[in-house]
């Protein structure tokens, strides 16, 4: 089951605007192969914040909502107390100034002389003691549902923002249960969280029902901000840092990370979390939602290589990947399906490069000599995407019409943490091959499927001038990983080895 790509914006109070003139503007340069790009970027600009006559601050920021921004700012520095009457909040779009009055009279000299310089991307400051009247905050124990964690992650996900739209930015959310309300970007979180404080401020909203979601990292900057607004629970879809899980821990904020797909870590307040529902269960979101953004999710994308240097010699001899099924060849088939996914595409092929011309793509022979299987594909594949200066690769097999669709992702998901990601791609073993198995290796790894580090080329070379020829041993001495397939109705790793095997890929074909 899959999520609906698009969100019913009702929900919120205050919702991104990525179609915003004034937060974005589009550049032109080019991109890896010299070609013309033209990209959105967020705008930044200084705005100047003013408490009464004295100048506090001047912050960089995207331009939006400089009144909350001032006010949350003040807040959260301790600078506006609670009880204070704030008379107005005076903005100049010229001046690039807000200036905060309050009935009280202010100076705040002596803290402003001690700065601290926070881990914010846009580097965040705190005046005075970053721990300065954290030991009176006493914030409810309140009950939160993973259920809610769920539909939050993926209302949010699935939200249009700055964040998918252009990059370079920090999204946090105001939420109540399983409810986003309010929606603030900024180029530092320290900017998009003060945001939130001073929408609250300004509307006298209560904060112990809330929970705090943001696309940064959970630092002691993020949770002693959290801790001062009142909200309970922080969550994030990124990771800790060591001494905001240990504040978290003492002022008794529920503090959960990682929060991605069906996963996430709670590092305080686990006991306050009520698990009802099965992560199992829970709706897996279409692929483009789980990028980080549209400018990452594009750099990060590696680089794909069709394998098709095997000798067929089951299928007589020749180009398995030139047969025909549904009025196309198999490698048109397989290059439909990657391109997609990667950055750039090339092919493994030995012999006369001639005869595959009309692809226009680059054509990778061994450089291995003696036909040494799939890891040498893998290893001119990897000599080339270092040309290109690219980290990893993906391979596919080119007489493998069906793989999935989300192959590249999935791989990538399943190398998160990994020093050098390499993951190959496996389905269940089922009917008389499980039983064949018995107590041993209940699925199939397809080793012409995986994601391959460039920085293990020379290793790679090494092993295949030494013999190696058995690509699961290079990929478990290296701790490779698996990503585990659907193998229902059909295996998507299904190829085409004998005539047999293309009647039954043209039968799939016309199913499908």
Same mark, same amino acid.
């Given at each position: 089951?899959?999520?609906?790509?698009?969100?019913?914006?009702?929900?919120?109070?205050?919702?991104?605007?990525?179609?915003?003139?004034?937060?974005?503007?589009?550049?032109?340069?080019?991109?890896?192969?010299? &070609?013309?790009?033209?990209?959105?970027?967020?705008?930044?600009?200084?705005?100047?914040?003013?408490?009464?006559?004295?100048?506090?601050?001047?912050?960089?920021?995207?331009?939006?909502?400089?009144?909350?921004?001032?006010?949350?700012?003040?807040?959260?520095?301790?600078?506006?107390?609670?009880?204070?009457?704030?008379?107005?909040?005076?903005?100049?779009?010229?001046?690039?100034?807000?200036?905060?009055?309050?009935?009280?009279?202010?100076?705040?000299?002596?803290?402003?002389?001690?700065?601290?310089?926070?881990?914010?991307?846009?580097?965040?400051?705190?005046?005075?003691?970053?721990?300065?009247?954290?030991?009176?905050?006493?914030?409810?124990?309140?009950?939160?549902?993973?259920?809610?964690?769920?539909?939050?992650?993926?209302?949010?996900?699935?939200?249009?923002?700055?964040?998918?739209?252009?990059?370079?930015?920090?999204?946090?959310?105001?939420?109540? &249960?399983?409810?986003?309300?309010?929606?603030?970007?900024?180029?530092?979180?320290?900017?998009?969280?003060?945001?939130?404080?001073?929408?609250?401020?300004?509307?006298?909203?209560?904060?112990?029902?809330?929970?705090?979601?943001?696309?940064?990292?959970?630092?002691?900057?993020?949770?002693?901000?959290?801790?001062?607004?009142?909200?309970?629970?922080?969550?994030?879809?990124?990771?800790? =840092?060591?001494?905001?899980? &240990?504040?978290?821990?003492?002022?008794?904020?529920?503090?959960?990370?990682?929060?991605?797909?069906?996963?996430?870590?709670?590092?305080?307040?686990?006991?306050? /979390?009520?698990?009802?529902?099965? %992560?199992?269960?829970?709706?897996?979101?279409?692929?483009?939602?789980?990028?980080?953004?549209?400018?990452?999710?594009?750099?990060?994308?590696?680089?794909?290589?069709?394998?098709?240097?095997?000798?067929?010699?089951?299928?007589?001899?020749?180009?398995?990947?030139?047969?025909?099924?549904?009025?196309?060849?198999?490698?048109?088939?397989?290059?439909?399906?990657?391109?997609?996914?990667?950055?750039?595409?090339?092919?493994?092929?030995?012999?006369?490069?001639?005869?595959?011309?009309?692809?226009? /793509?680059?054509?990778?022979?061994?450089?291995? &000599?003696?036909?040494?299987? %799939?890891?040498?594909?893998?290893?001119?594949?990897?000599?080339?995407?270092?040309?290109?200066?690219?980290?990893?690769?993906?391979?596919?097999?080119?007489?493998?019409?069906?793989?999935?669709?989300?192959?590249?992702?999935?791989?990538?998901?399943?190398?998160?943490?990994?020093?050098?990601?390499?993951?190959?791609?496996?389905?269940?073993?089922?009917?008389?091959?499980?039983?064949?198995?018995?107590?041993?290796?209940?699925?199939?790894?397809?080793? =012409?499927?995986?994601?391959?580090?460039?920085?293990?080329?020379?290793?790679?070379?090494?092993?295949?001038?030494?013999?190696?020829?058995?690509?699961?041993?290079?990929?478990?001495?290296?701790?490779?990983?698996?990503?585990?397939?659907?193998?229902? %109705?059909?295996?998507?790793?299904?190829?085409?080895?004998? %005539?047999?095997?293309?009647?039954?890929?043209?039968?799939?074909?016309?199913?499908?």
């Amino acid at each position: 089951m899959q999520l609906a790509t698009e969100i019913d914006l009702s929900d919120y109070l205050v919702a991104p605007d990525p179609g915003s003139d004034r937060l974005t503007r589009a550049v032109e340069g080019v991109d890896q192969n010299g &070609e013309a790009s033209q990209i959105s970027v967020v705008e930044e600009r200084p705005l100047t914040i003013f408490l009464n006559s004295q100048e506090i601050v001047t912050a960089m920021t995207i331009g939006d909502y400089p009144e909350y921004l001032a006010l949350g700012f003040l807040r959260n520095q301790g600078m506006l107390l609670a009880d204070d009457e704030i008379i107005r909040v005076d903005y100049d779009d010229d001046l690039e100034t807000v200036v905060v009055r309050t009935a009280r009279e202010t100076s705040y000299e002596d803290k402003l002389k001690k700065k601290t310089r926070t881990s914010g991307c846009a580097v965040g400051t705190v005046f005075g003691d970053m721990m300065e009247g954290l030991e009176d905050v006493q914030l409810p124990q309140v009950q939160v549902r993973t259920s809610w964690l769920y539909d939050l992650a993926s209302k949010i996900n699935r939200t249009p923002s700055l964040y998918l739209e252009a990059g370079a930015i920090h999204g946090t959310v105001l939420c109540r &249960e399983n409810r986003p309300l309010v929606y603030m970007e900024d180029v530092g979180r320290h900017n998009a969280v003060d945001k939130i404080a001073g929408w609250m401020l300004s509307e006298g909203e209560v904060a112990e029902d809330k929970i705090l979601y943001t696309t940064g990292r959970l630092t002691s900057e993020m949770v002693i901000k959290t801790a001062m607004m009142g909200i309970p629970v922080l969550a994030s879809r990124s990771g800790f =840092t060591a001494w905001g899980v &240990e504040i978290a821990r003492e002022v008794g904020l529920t503090l959960i990370g990682r929060m991605r797909g069906q996963r996430f870590v709670c590092l305080s307040g686990e006991d306050r /979390l009520l698990r009802d529902v099965d %992560p199992s269960t829970v709706a897996v979101e279409d692929k483009k939602h789980r990028r980080k953004s549209a400018m990452n999710n594009l750099l990060k994308k590696p680089l794909g290589i069709i394998l098709a240097g095997g000798q067929a010699t089951r299928m007589g001899g020749g180009d398995k990947g030139l047969l025909q099924i549904g009025g196309q060849n198999l490698l048109s088939h397989v290059i439909d399906r990657l391109s997609p996914q990667v950055s750039n595409l090339a092919l493994n092929a030995n012999g006369d490069p001639e005869r595959f011309s009309d692809l226009n /793509l680059p054509i990778l022979p061994d450089t291995i &000599e003696g036909f040494a299987g %799939p890891l040498a594909g893998v290893l001119a594949g990897l000599d080339w995407a270092a040309a290109q200066g690219a980290d990893s690769i993906v391979t596919a097999a080119a007489d493998t019409p069906f793989f999935p669709r989300d192959l590249v992702a999935r791989l990538q998901e399943a190398a998160e943490g990994q020093t050098y990601p390499l993951v190959l791609a496996t389905t269940p073993r089922t009917g008389a091959e499980a039983l064949k198995s018995g107590g041993g290796r209940r699925v199939n790894r397809h080793p =012409t499927f995986g994601l391959w580090p460039v920085a293990l080329r020379d290793d790679l070379r090494a092993a295949l001038t030494d013999g190696l020829r058995k690509v699961v041993l290079w990929t478990d001495k290296h701790d490779g990983r698996e990503a585990l397939f659907d193998a229902d %109705p059909f295996d998507p790793f299904f190829n085409v080895n004998t %005539p047999e095997d293309l009647d039954r890929a043209r039968m799939l074909l016309e199913q499908a």
